[in-house]
């Protein structure tokens, strides 16, 4: 079985540009968690969404958006990037959404904020 | 408002020994913990996990361990070998939660 796939692998952008980053989950996985790691501050959570739904919401400002899609693939938006965004940004799928021990990481999409 | 906590941000063994990474809670509503490892470059990967009914869980050569009075655990490993040199994060959950809290991770490095 593939495993989660995240694209692009690397970003640049500049402050108050957007950006999409895209999330295929692993086949038959209805899924999808969306966590931002930086340096001191670990693994934050942004959003889960499953069957096309946002089930949870972490945190963070109304720039970090997402959705999925019927097939599973999910996308996350932020708006007019800061500085601070810069960050690996990580997926996460899983069969259901109690799946705990079968959530399976992507390797991240790298984003850096000129 | 850092949730799960490790204040261990890396750790260094040798190879043979055993491992002893920490982890501090401040949620008394969780009830379900992981360990997950990551190496540079991939995303993390699951290690183990504890329920807030046992105390102990073991899978080959690591062992968690859950304190609920204490909101601590901790992941052993034993013997330590070269190829578990990697960033740790512990994360914890609700059973009916939707929403997993991870540490900052502590960086282990089994020396050879």
């Known amino acids: 079985k593939a495993g989660v796939t995240q694209t692009p692998r690397y970003l640049i952008k500049t402050r108050g540009q957007q950006v999409t980053l895209s999330c295929s989950p692993i086949?038959?996985?209805?899924?999808v968690s969306w966590y931002q790691q930086t340096p001191g501050q670990g693994l934050q959570f942004l959003f889960e969404?499953?069957?096309?739904?946002?089930?949870n919401k972490g945190n963070f400002p109304g720039r970090f958006s997402g959705r999925q899609f019927s097939n599973s693939r999910s996308e996350m938006n932020v708006s007019t990037l800061e500085l601070g965004d810069s960050a690996l940004y990580l997926c996460?799928?899983?069969?259901?959404?109690?799946?705990?021990?079968?959530?399976?990481f992507g390797p991240g999409t790298r984003l850096t904020v000129l | 408002d850092q949730q799960v906590k490790q204040n261990s941000p890396s750790l260094s063994v040798q190879e043979g020994r055993i491992s002893i990474l920490n982890c501090d809670y401040t949620n008394s509503m969780f009830d379900y913990f992981l360990w997950y490892k990551k190496y540079p470059a991939e995303g993390p990967t699951f290690l183990i996990s504890?329920?807030?009914?046992?105390d102990k869980n073991e899978d080959g050569r690591f062992t968690v361990f859950l304190n609920k009075s204490a909101k601590h655990l901790s992941l052993h490993i034993v013997p330590s070998q070269p190829g578990d040199s990697a960033v740790y994060f512990c994360a914890a959950t609700t059973v009916t939660g939707n929403q997993f809290y991870f540490g900052t991770g502590t960086s282990l490095t089994v020396i050879p």
């Open positions: 504890i329920s807030s009914i046992k």
């Open positions: 969404y499953f069957s096309e739904t946002q089930r």
């Open positions: 086949s038959g996985h209805r899924s």
């Open positions: 996460a799928s899983s069969p259901g959404p109690r799946s705990y021990n079968e959530q399976f």
